[in-house]
């Protein structure tokens, strides 16, 4: 970027960079040899990465003929016409699931819940792996009728997921927003980070929905698969 090149001071940074598939699949390859001694992949990620669905696809399709795995992050909101074409080259759908309370998840995150339990049921029907994230935000959905909704709805796959991952809230969006000047309006500032002991009794509902693979904290890795 030249007004990157171009300061003097360094008070600009690129943040990102406009990368070709080709480009993309270049860089995968040269990491191919840790993909195979560690079971992963590649992630497809975003924001959501199927706003861009014919670019996702393709980019799945040739890792793919490279035979890296591939694992797509996504809110599961885009129309299923867009998600079943990636299903012969997916290895791992990870899906966040921010609310269960369609009026909440509608007047906060800012569109429907409909569409993204029906897409979960879909990927589910169709044998895909999926894994779910649940990001608990304090005073959003930190709550036992959260908790009871997420366990009713994720038990009947119970037998079918990978796994379900709690997240709770962290606090290191907060110095992302004072970096672009925002920090002020940042939304949660000063709010405490969820100590992992109090989702435990969460973990334990899910547990006990028999959804055997749950976690607190994060992924325990894209090569794990149904068997």
């Known amino acids: 970027m030249k007004c990157v090149e171009a300061c003097l001071s360094g008070a600009r940074v690129a943040v990102g960079q406009e990368l070709t ?21 590649v992630t497809i990620s975003g924001g959501e990465p199927l706003f861009f669905p014919e670019f996702t696809l393709e980019l799945a399709k040739r890792l793919k003929d490279e035979q890296v795995e591939v694992g797509i992050e996504t809110s599961c909101f885009p129309k299923w016409e867009k998600i079943k074409p990636l299903l012969p080259y997916v290895d ?13 998840h509608k007047e906060i995150i800012g569109w429907p819940l409909e569409p993204i339990l029906i897409n979960i049921e879909k990927l589910v029907e169709s044998d895909a792996n999926v894994r ?9 959905n930190n709550s036992e009728g959260h908790f009871n909704a997420c366990a009713k709805f994720l038990g009947r796959f119970s037998d079918k997921l990978v796994g379900v991952d709690i997240l709770p809230y962290h606090v290191y969006g907060e110095g992302k927003y004072y970096s672009l000047g925002r920090g002020e309006t940042y939304r949660f500032k000063g709010v405490k980070e969820i100590p992992a002991k109090d989702v435990m009794p969460f973990a334990k509902g899910l547990k006990q929905a028999k959804i055997a693979n749950v976690t607190v904290g994060g992924l325990v890795g894209m090569g794990v698969k149904k068997q």
Do not use: T
């Open 132 to 140: 779910i994230h649940l990001p608990i935000v304090p005073g959003f």
């Open 92 to 104: 791992l759908f990870l899906v966040d699931v921010k609310s269960f309370d369609s009026r909440k």
């Open 21 to 41: 598939i080709e480009a993309i699949i270049k860089e995968a390859v040269a990491d191919r040899p840790f993909f195979k001694n560690s079971g992963g992949g």
